[in-house]
């Protein structure tokens, strides 16, 4: 059988042009030989820049570190500044100046902090809602009445200076305050305001803790009229209680019974 050849013309190209491909890789070898346009803002930082910012940050925080003089005001001062005095609360002498402090001062800080809001700074309190602690009974008598009153706290009207307050609640302090700071604010509760009691040692507030151990309830009126005005702490007058004025009256000294 004799079959008709195709001429070469009319072929149809299969698969892949040779030539073709070898335009279109010099074309892209002639594109990748061209630089790519630089953006503004994203140009890497020289190598030698970096080393000579870090060499700076480095030799900056030396000299600082060096010749600040600690930051402090007198640090450029040529002679050194002021000659350095210790501070009076470092060490055990500051300790033992701290203890210094009478316990009237120490129960005035007690009193600005705990006490002051409610019977306000002059002792006087707020009329109709808490009574005043300057000229009261209840402050200037007998030094149990009001230990009972801070440490257990007091509750329902009461009659001050012939003045009936409200039903305001005193809070208990005998898990707040330790003995020493109610043996201080009722120092100074006593002896401040023109008041003129004796004072208060923690010795005799640990007494009565103990005693009233078993009491959890707040005081009435009631509760504190049964007791004598002129009924001391245990353990009667503390050692160092103030000395008596000329023409004053004595108060009572040795140990006393404490009221059944």
């Known amino acids: 059988m004799n079959e008709k050849v195709p001429s070469p013309a009319s072929r149809v190209r299969q698969g892949m ?4 491909q070898e335009e279109v890789q010099q074309v892209h070898a002639a594109i990748q030989r061209e630089k790519g346009e630089p953006r503004v803002g994203a140009e890497p930082l020289s190598i030698w820049l970096i080393a000579v910012y870090g060499l700076a940050v480095f030799f900056g925080g030396a000299y600082l570190g060096r010749y600040s003089g600690n930051f402090s005001g007198d640090g450029l001062d040529p002679l050194g500044g002021a000659p350095r005095v210790a501070k009076k609360g470092a060490g055990p002498q500051g300790e033992q100046q701290q203890a210094e402090l009478t316990p009237h001062d ?6 600005a902090a705990n006490c002051q809001t409610c019977h306000q700074a002059n002792g006087l309190g707020v009329p109709g809602q808490y009574p005043p602690l300057a000229g009261s009974e209840f402050t ?11 440490l257990k706290g007091l509750q329902g009207p009461v009659t001050v ?7 305001a609640v005193m809070q208990p302090w005998d898990k707040t305050l ?5 043996a201080d604010v009722l120092t100074y509760e006593r002896t401040d305001w023109g008041n003129s009691a004796s004072p208060v040692t923690a010795e005799q507030i640990a007494a009565l803790r103990k005693e009233l151990a078993s009491h959890p309830e707040s005081y009435t009126e009631h509760d504190l009229l049964t007791i004598p005005a002129n009924a001391e702490l245990p353990g009667g007058a503390p050692a160092d209680a103030a000395p008596q004025k000329p023409g004053e009256a004595a108060k009572p000294g040795g140990p006393q019974k404490p009221p059944g």
């Open 17 to 20: 042009d040779y030539g073709e």
């Open 106 to 111: 120490r129960g005035k800080k007690i009193f």
């Open 140 to 150: 200037t008598g007998g030094s149990r009445r009001p230990a009972m009153i801070v």
């Open 161 to 167: 200076k012939g003045q009936k307050f409200g039903t």
């Open 178 to 182: 330790p003995d020493q700071k109610i």
